[in-house]
């Protein structure tokens, strides 16, 4: 270790870091321990001033091995690896010490965290210093492309993948494409048909050469890993028989969308007890009818939309659906188009006109005589049956927040905005692809901000309201954007996978087989003439069970040795 | 000068780190007693890593992987569950209690929850104090 030249930077993450962790501290321990050449604190190692630091010391030093100590590694990991390959080093001689989401962010108080973040860079430390360079491995990709999902996002998708000439498989569960957006009659805020919308993508995903639809399909298993999966696909013959396929495909799309709420979970809305209480969905129906009026086939006089159903509020969903407040507005201005002299009400929470067009649009519609009412999360309206003398059907009271009154108003028509919810087979699916699901249900992105369209699991990628309640305008440019990472990939041909897998030392296995039936991905043969297991690299994922199993060590799990992680320990323990 | 406990964590990259590291942007406060060590899935934690840990001097150590049924590897922590039960038997002979090593489950959105494990293990182990381990050794040298 001592001939070695490392170069330790300490991170600030502006005041991320800084605020809570003594960087200089940090970095004048590093400088302390054998085999340290730089140690230095800088605002932002992600930088490109921060990452030419490290490729000008390594030219300027001959820094052999690098140790950031900043971030999460499953954030900029990738980044670092790269400054170090631009520098003519190996780019696994880099390691990351994580004083960040495990220090300044959970942490405050200062001494401690210090004292953590220099255990975390020493381990750091230690480990870099027993790195083996490794090599990258390229597999070839295949072109294809699974998306599960026929709705917007999944046939936009689609669409742009096969325009630019890959093969699609295109899987939807039920019997028609179009998804929730075929159940929606005009959009907000320019009131264009959704039909007319979803007619043009419709027609050319149906006739496109390169399109396979499979309706009333199901994905039952995808196995292999990025550039190579093997996706089963159950569809329905004319006989409506189940017919099972198996395409081969470099990437997956997931566009399974949402469920609208169940609004019986509100009782006090009298939802599925009082006849004229219907959802947003079943207005939609009417409206794409043409046709507004009460289940007694009367036009209302009176129309309610109450808001944030199911949404924002803590006993059932604490997020927004983001759609509902402008699809409210929506309703207010095309019910007044189907239905002369009626009056109508929109009891909502808070406004929120967030997107493009959404404030003028707003605007707009209240000048028409909207009756907005304004209630409170923790305080929402009861709806109840009128009474035989009054001249409508439903009363509604709402604790109007700005006046501060109880109000009470009429309605012969109560509409609920439903929000959106996760799918019910949301777990099945994550289980499918191997993607995670927040507290809510809803489909992990790699990265909020910066990778909001890849997951953890490369090779797959997610577009639409699987993710989170999004409008149609989102789930599009999602859907967009992870066509166009797809085809971004295709057009290499090739892609560059890690270099991590399980190597089997032949001199030291015994041949007792315990590791064939051991690994997930058949990734290990017995050679029944040398009497010795070895491991298939490119089928080997680098889990390690192998290796913490193998009686005579004879595996090494490439960039987790033990050697490294041992000293990992003594790093995190001095 | 309360005691406070050195903790070694190994956490599974796909779950249970992630859920580390949502804890941190969610910034959810934990005591700064688990120094954690990332491998890829919680079946390459060798047995001889937590004994490593506390040969080395650590006070406990703590196993996170992905809840059963949700490993990246699919079943790679069912391979650590099985194992589990055979190093505490051998911890258990080596007179180390029980509260000392620890397998939890901890998914990605799991923050508030690996949060909560830490808190609870680094008061179980401030409790015990320090290791063993550590004054065994420090007596047999010094009967060597």
């Known amino acids: 270790m001592d001939d070695m030249k490392i170069g330790v930077y300490v991170c600030n993450c502006g005041t991320n870091i800084a605020k809570v962790v003594d960087c200089d501290a940090v970095a004048e321990a590093a400088s302390a321990l054998p085999g340290v050449a730089v140690a230095r604190s800088y605002k932002y190692m992600c930088s490109n001033p921060g990452q030419e630091m490290i490729v000008s010391d390594i030219a300027e030093q001959g820094l052999d091995r690098i140790v950031v100590a900043a971030c999460s590694p499953r954030m900029h990991e990738p980044t670092f690896r790269k400054a170090l390959q631009q520098a003519g080093v190996n780019p696994y001689y880099v390691e990351m010490a994580n004083i960040r989401e495990q220090c300044s962010w959970v942490h405050d108080d200062a001494p401690a965290a210090t004292d953590k973040a220099k255990a975390l860079m020493r381990a750091a430390v230690l480990r870099v210093a027993r790195h083996d360079a490794l090599e990258r491995r390229s597999v070839d990709m295949d072109p294809a492309t699974l998306v599960i999902g026929g709705g917007i996002a999944g046939m936009t998708a689609a669409l742009d993948l096969a325009d630019a000439g890959s093969q699609v498989y295109l899987v939807e569960q039920s019997d028609h ?92 809305y009298g939802y ?167 507290k809510d249900g809803w489909f992990i992105e790699s990265h909020p901000k910066l990778d909001p369209v890849a997951t953890t699991t490369d090779g797959v990628f997610i577009a639409g309201a699987c993710q989170a309640p ?97 000293a990992e320990i003594e790093g995190v323990l001095l | 000068m309360t005691f406070e406990p050195k903790i070694v964590g190994f956490l599974c990259n796909w779950c249970s780190y992630t859920g580390a590291d949502l804890a941190g942007t969610s910034r959810i406060h934990y005591a700064p007693n688990v120094r954690i060590i990332r491998v890829m899935c919680s079946a390459r934690i060798d047995p001889t890593f937590v004994l490593k840990a506390l040969h080395d001097g650590a006070d406990g150590v703590l196993i996170c992987g992905c809840h059963p049924g949700d490993c990246h590897y699919s079943e790679g922590n069912y391979k650590m569950m099985r194992r589990y039960p055979l190093l505490k038997r051998l911890l258990a002979d080596y007179g180390i209690e029980d509260a000392r090593v620890r397998l939890e489950w901890v998914s990605a959105s799991e923050g508030q929850r690996f949060a909560d494990i830490v808190n609870d293990m680094t008061e179980r182990v401030r409790e015990l104090g320090p290791s063993p381990v550590q004054r065994d050794l420090i007596s047999d040298a010094a009967e060597r």
């Not at chain 1, 090739?494 to 690994?519: H, T």
């Open chain 1, 470 to 566: 999004k409008d149609i305008p989102d789930s599009v440019a999602q859907a967009r954007a992870a066509a166009g990472r797809i085809l971004a990939r295709i057009s290499r041909g090739r892609l560059e996978i890690d270099a991590m897998y399980a190597e089997v030392d032949e001199d030291k296995c015994s041949g007792c087989r315990v590791c064939n039936d051991l690994c997930p991905y058949v990734a290990i043969e017995f050679d029944e003439e040398k009497k010795k297991s070895h491991v298939i690299s490119a089928l080997c994922k680098s889990c390690g069970a192998c290796v913490a199993a193998c009686p005579s060590s004879a595996i090494t799990a490439l960039h987790f040795t033990d050697a490294q992680i041992f």
């Open chain 1, 177 to 268: 494409l179009g998804g929730n957006v075929a159940r929606v009659d005009l959009t907000a805020p320019y009131l264009d048909s959704a039909r007319d919308m979803l007619t043009e993508r419709l027609t050319r995903v149906v006739e496109h050469p390169r399109i396979s639809v499979v309706l009333e399909g199901e994905v039952e298993e995808v196995a292999g890993f990025v550039g190579n999966f093997t996706a089963r696909i159950v569809g329905r013959d004319e006989e409506r028989r189940p017919v099972e396929t198996t395409v081969g495909v470099g990437n997956v799309i997931v566009a399974t969308g949402y469920k609208e709420f169940d609004a019986r979970r509100i009782t006090h």
């Open chain 1, 272 to 438: 599925g007890k009082l006849p004229n209480v219907i959802t947003s969905f079943e207005l939609e129906k009417m409206l794409r009818a043409g046709r507004v009026e009460t289940k007694e086939g009367k036009p209302p006089q009176y129309v309610a939309i109450i808001h944030c159903v199911g949404s924002r509020n803590p006993e059932f969903n604490s997020y927004c659906s983001r759609v509902c407040c402008m699809t409210a507005l929506k309703y207010a201005h095309e019910i007044k188009s189907a239905v002369q002299g009626v009056y109508v009400s929109d009891i909502y929470v808070d406004m929120h006109a967030f997107g493009k067009g959404h404030e003028d649009f707003y605007r707009r519609t209240s000048e028409v005589k909207t009756l907005f009412l304004m209630y409170d999360k923790g305080d929402s309206p009861v709806v109840r049956r009128a009474d035989p003398g009054d001249d409508c059907g439903m009363l509604i009271e709402v604790n109007e927040k700005l006046s501060g009154e109880t109000i009470e108003i009429p309605a012969d028509l109560v509409v609920l905005m439903v929000g959106m919810e996760a799918r019910d087979d949301s777990e099945r699916v994550a289980h499918l692809v191997n993607i995670s699901r927040d």
